[in-house]
Nanobody, 116 residues
Framework: QVQLVESGGGLVQPGGSLRLSCAAS????????MGWYRRAPGKQRVLVAH???????HYIDSVKGRFTISRDNAKNTVDLQMNALKPEDTAVYYC??????????WGQGTQVTVSS
């Protein structure tokens, strides 16, 4: 089993920046995919970005050019740098990881609120 612990959420004004971080409880497991999802109020949880162990990245269109995902394979951590934040980015953000046995792990979620 792997626990994921997130940090870095908060309140920011439109146009501001936040950095989310997520650390896995074990560094001795290969996580082929790590990423971030979000659930906006009244909506389903959706993928924001993910990154493979080979550092290939994928972003949803609405965050391209504003968000950057990165990871440290040795530590099993994944970060999400969020710039030029918009009110529509307001959501609970969840860290996600998948191992090579296709087990799926989730963090507890961290609130990001973009408001003036």
């Amino acid at each position: 089993q792997v626990q994921l612990v997130e940090s870095g959420g908060g309140l920011v004004q439109p146009g501001g920046s936040l950095r989310l971080s997520c650390a896995a409880s074990r560094s001795n497991i290969s996580l082929y995919l790590m990423g971030w999802y979000r659930r906006a109020p009244g909506k389903q949880r959706v993928l924001v970005a993910h990154i493979t162990e080979r550092l290939n990245t994928h972003y949803i269109d609405s965050v391209k050019g504003r968000f950057t995902i990165s990871r440290d394979n040795a530590k099993n951590t994944v970060d999400l740098q969020m710039n030029a934040l918009k009110p529509e980015d307001t959501a609970v953000y969840y860290c996600n990881a998948k191992d090579y046995d296709l087990d799926n792990y989730w963090g507890q979620g961290t609130q990001v609120t973009v408001s003036s």
